[in-house]
């Protein structure tokens, strides 16, 4: 087999330049990778104009990319950050590549890899298992009157986000966070993506964004409705591993994609 095309769909407010390293790495392996810059992710200068994207509108323009690369020819493992599970994995719907057999073609995704993702069930949005600010704490988000949200502290965002790096090193990360709209995380997940292809998650066992026993409700979630295993594995890090352990990640990445090649 040839190796598989490696999409990563970032987390809320991530651009690609967050992924950079793992895209430089393994790609020297002889993989064909990207980071994709999603609707819902705005821009450098603010949000984009227009109606805030839903998360709709990811998984098309996900479904877009992948589209190309399967009518290519070619295996599509799609790599997921934080919110780009869920869009991730609305977007595999008539993708997989067992589908795309059976109406003749070649190509399509044939995995999905969750890092420390949220991954709803059918029917729920990313927000119902985002977690919310302590009472009497500062929320880490807040949404403008434009419909996008933003990090009004960059201290806690640094605190918080990135919470295995020094201080200073999360708050230069904060600041590049972009606004994301807010309208993505209300859409509700209406195909189970996770029940088409064999899927792996990578639990950070230190994230403050997204609790480790939240990541493995969600694994025990997909495994009850899929009927597979997950195959899962770890990490001592917070909400970033792209950041913080970004070895770590290339491993894994590579592991998983050695899978189908």
């Known amino acids: 087999m040839s190796r598989p095309s490696i999409v990563i769909v970032p987390a809320a407010s991530a651009l690609p330049l967050f992924y950079d390293t793992i895209v430089d790495r393994v790609s020297q392996h002889g993989y064909d990778i990207k980071a994709l810059h ?50 991730a994995t609305q977007s595999v719907r008539g993708l997989s590549k067992s589908e795309r057999l059976k109406e003749g073609k070649t190509g399509g995704i044939v995995g999905l890899a969750y890092m420390t993702s949220l991954v709803p069930e059918v029917g729920h ?12 704490q500062e929320p880490l988000m807040k949404v403008g009157d434009d419909g996008w949200f933003y990090y009004p502290n960059l201290i806690l965002t640094a605190k918080v986000v990135f919470s295995d790096i020094s201080l200073e090193e999360g708050k230069y990360w904060a600041r590049k966070l972009v606004k994301h709209s807010a309208a993505s995380f209300a859409s509700k997940l209406t195909y189970a993506g996770y029940n088409d292809v064999p899927v792996s998650y990578l639990v950070a066992e230190d994230d403050q964004s997204i609790a480790p026993a939240t990541q493995k409700s969600q694994i025990e979630m997909i495994e009850r409705t899929s009927g597979n295993k997950v195959d899962v594995s770890s990490v001592n890090s917070g909400h970033v591993p792209p950041v913080s352990h970004p070895q770590h990640v290339i491993d894994w990445v590579l592991s998983v994609a050695q899978k189908f090649t």
């Open 38 to 87: 999603i609707p819902s992710v705005g821009l450098v200068t603010g949000a984009r104009p227009g109606e805030p994207p839903t998360m709709y509108d990811d998984a098309a323009f996900i479904a877009a990319y992948v589209k190309g690369l399967a009518d290519a020819g070619r295996d599509v493992l799609l790599v997921t950050h934080s919110y780009g599970g869920t869009a």
């Open 125 to 136: 949005p990313a927000s119902a298992l985002a977690g919310t600010a302590p009472e009497g």
